[in-house]
């Protein structure tokens, strides 16, 4: 107890299952409970990073104090109901932590490359991670290990899934705005050549032929590099087109 008032954590499957079993646990009614969402639930990525809904539920007994609290705490919320909104992006964004709102946080680039280290060690590789803060916006990891086909994988498949768990964990410590990149043996540079060579090739076809290309799938930032590649070229435009990692760029003759 301190200055009057009792906190516990509780979680759940999602946030109104923590908030009930809370109520239930501390013998409250709602209206006495000062209740601040922590964190979503997620099923993770690739089975990896999977949480439970957390939320802090807080009894105060003092009237006085209650308002205090609540005007300095408690965030917005609809009478009983706690309605977790997603965005339409395909990375989900959190809550920004005042500590990472003007630049990253020297323990929020330490935790994310302890998690990676964790994450690619389980899978059985010996590494050395560096990571390099460009600016405030983006964090570059070079990864060295002595199987570099196997980290990358089939078309930088494994590289880019490693690549989305660590977004998804530095926007749950709330750096929605940083963008984090691995790369294996300057990997990335050389896929964008490939890349490059493959808008333009493509882009002839459609010119020659008069007809759409649906090039294979790809992540959000690949897809930028063909739309950057054909961007002045006069003969063809692109657009987006699929749902998650089945998102690929097509191209049609204008």
Same mark, same amino acid.
């Given at each position: 107890?301190?200055?009057?008032?009792?906190?516990?954590?509780?979680?759940?499957?999602?946030?109104?299952?923590?908030?009930?079993?809370?109520?239930?646990?501390?013998?409250? &009614?709602?209206?006495?409970?000062?209740?601040?969402?922590?964190? #979503?639930?997620?099923?993770?990525?690739?089975?990896?990073?999977?949480?439970?809904?957390?939320?802090?539920?807080?009894?105060? $007994?003092?009237?006085?104090?209650?308002?205090?609290?609540?005007? #300095?705490?408690?965030? &917005?919320?609809?009478?009983?109901?706690?309605?977790?909104?997603?965005?339409?992006?395909?990375?989900?964004?959190?809550?920004?932590?005042?500590?990472?709102?003007?630049?990253?946080?020297?323990?929020?680039?330490? #935790?994310?490359?302890?998690?990676?280290?964790?994450?690619?060690?389980?899978?059985?590789?010996?590494?050395?991670?560096?990571?390099?803060?460009?600016?405030?916006?983006?964090?570059?990891?070079?990864?060295?290990?002595?199987?570099?086909?196997?980290?990358?994988?089939?078309?930088?498949?494994?590289?880019?899934?490693?690549?989305?768990?660590?977004?998804?964990?530095?926007?749950?410590?709330?750096?929605?705005?940083?963008?984090?990149?691995?790369?294996?043996?300057?990997?990335?540079?050389?896929?964008? =050549?490939?890349?490059?060579?493959?808008?333009?090739?493509?882009?002839?076809? =459609?010119?020659?032929?008069?007809? &759409?290309?649906?090039?294979?799938?790809? &992540?959000?930032?690949?897809?930028?590099?063909?739309?950057?590649?054909?961007?002045?070229? $006069?003969?063809?435009?692109?657009?987006? #087109?699929?749902?998650?990692?089945?998102?690929?760029?097509?191209?049609?003759?204008?």
């Amino acid at each position: 107890m301190v200055g009057g008032l009792f906190v516990t954590e509780f979680t759940g499957k999602n946030i109104e299952e923590a908030i009930d079993k809370g109520l239930m646990a501390m013998e409250i &009614p709602r209206e006495k409970a000062l209740i601040t969402v922590k964190r #979503s639930a997620s099923n993770g990525f690739l089975g990896i990073g999977r949480q439970m809904a957390l939320v802090d539920i807080t009894l105060v $007994e003092d009237k006085k104090k209650t308002e205090t609290v609540v005007h #300095s705490y408690r965030p &917005p919320m609809r009478k009983n109901k706690v309605r977790a909104v997603e965005p339409e992006s395909e990375v989900k964004k959190y809550p920004v932590k005042p500590k990472t709102q003007r630049l990253i946080a020297d323990q929020v680039v330490d #935790s994310l490359t302890n998690y990676l280290t964790d994450v690619i060690k389980a899978m059985g590789f010996e590494l050395k991670i560096t990571a390099d803060v460009k600016n405030r916006h983006l964090i570059n990891y070079d990864l060295k290990t002595d199987n570099e086909n196997r980290l990358i994988g089939r078309h930088g498949r494994t590289l880019n899934a490693l690549q989305q768990l660590g977004q998804i964990y530095i926007n749950r410590e709330g750096a929605n705005d940083v963008t984090v990149m691995l790369d294996v043996a300057d990997y990335r540079k050389r896929r964008q =050549v490939i890349l490059t060579k493959v808008a333009h090739k493509s882009a002839m076809e =459609v010119i020659a032929n008069g007809r &759409p290309v649906h090039l294979n799938p790809m &992540p959000p930032f690949e897809r930028k590099i063909i739309h950057k590649a054909l961007a002045t070229n $006069e003969h063809v435009d692109t657009y987006s #087109s699929g749902k998650g990692n089945h998102r690929s760029v097509v191209i049609i003759p204008r």
